[in-house]
């Protein structure tokens, strides 16, 4: 069964790989890779990732990542 911990991994591991990962990108993979209950809709209905996943995000992370608010992706921080 997959776990919060699984998908902030996956999510590390392409922004390591990648170079980084677009917010956009995560909420349409997350749910196709891990299943829909990894993900919420917001009151203005855009899709958001679930706050357990990025608790275990920031975890994972343990901030060598940075987020770009303006262009809403995560890159390596540095």
């Known amino acids: 069964m997959t ?7 996956w999510m590390v591991d392409r922004i390591r790989t990648e170079g980084r990962l677009s917010q956009e990108q ?4 997350i749910p196709e890779t891990f299943g829909p209950e990894w993900v919420r809709t917001l009151e203005n209905g855009h899709t958001a990732i679930s706050k357990e996943v990025l ?3 920031r ?10 608010r303006d262009r809403r992706f995560w890159s390596v921080k540095g």
């Open 59 to 68: 975890k994972a992370h343990g901030g060598t990542v940075q987020w770009d």
């Open 26 to 29: 995560a909420v349409q993979e």
């Open 55 to 57: 608790a275990e995000f």
């Open 3 to 9: 776990s919060a911990q699984d998908i902030a991994g």
